[in-house]
């Protein structure tokens, strides 16, 4: 079945500093990722939508200049979260769906990165 | 704006029993009903409903969608503990997909 990866899966960064989160599809393209964040015992968030060559779609109350994405291929997306501060720390999982954009295909999703800012 | 509630938010069972999970959804430009397993990493995709009163089974677990009412619910037969978990409600509709909170479950031995 269709894999997404996510790297790394765990990070630690000292506040004021960035840290890039990658999301690729494995084996299959992905023209559209979606970017996630979840709170503990939360649901997970839409945060935006990544779309390959364009710019990404955010999401209300999401700061596009804080989270910096960049969908730059067909299998690869990137989160970087810009001077990270503890409030950022979270449980980020992107996703894509096998299929194009077709809603017969369910959205596959990566293992998360778990996200602490010191 | 987009909703998905879920109930109950936590149930507790023996192994062995039957649960249902139940999902409603408010949702423009419905497409599709999505349930996922999540335990302690990313959610794995169990089923997608886009018919109306089309079961859809696997194993143990099955799920049936209702568009009239906007409602889904997922059912497992003969609970075990590894079935422990949060389960998770989304509905695609106007490109993106709005999830619910879940429901944990928890299996006892």
């Known amino acids: 079945g269709a894999v997404v990866s996510q790297h790394p899966s765990r990070v630690i960064c000292k506040s004021g500093t960035s840290v890039k989160i990658e999301c690729r599809s494995l084996d299959f393209q992905a023209t559209t990722m979606f970017w996630y964040r979840q709170f503990p015992k939360q649901s997970l968030m839409l945060m935006a939508t990544?779309?390959?060559?364009?710019?990404?779609?955010?999401e209300q109350g999401v700061e596009k200049d804080k989270f910096l994405i960049n969908h730059a291929s067909l299998t690869l997306s990137t989160l970087t979260v810009t001077s990270a501060h503890p409030e950022d720390s979270s449980f980020y999982i992107c996703?894509?769906?096998?299929?194009?954009?077709?809603?017969?295909?369910?959205?596959?999703f990566g293992n998360g990165t778990r996200l602490t800012v010191t | 704006e987009d909703k998905v509630v879920q109930s109950p938010l936590s149930l507790v069972v023996h192994e062995g029993d039957t649960v249902t999970l139940n999902c409603s959804y408010e949702v423009t430009n419905f497409r599709s009903l999505l349930w996922y397993k999540q335990e302690k990493k990313a959610p794995t995709f169990l089923f997608m409903l886009?018919?109306?009163?089309i079961e859809k089974k696997s194993g143990r677990l099955s799920s049936i969608l209702d568009k009239k009412e906007l409602f889904s619910i997922l059912n497992i037969t003969a609970t075990q503990t590894g079935d422990s978990a949060v389960y998770l409600c989304?509905?695609?509709?106007?490109?993106?997909?709005?999830f619910g909170t879940g429901t944990r479950l928890t299996i006892i031995p």
């Open positions: 886009t018919s109306s009163g």
């Open positions: 990544s779309n390959e060559g364009s710019k990404a779609t955010y």
């Open positions: 996703s894509a769906r096998d299929g194009g954009n077709s809603y017969n295909s369910p959205l596959h």
């Open positions: 989304a509905s695609f509709g106007n490109e993106k997909l709005t």
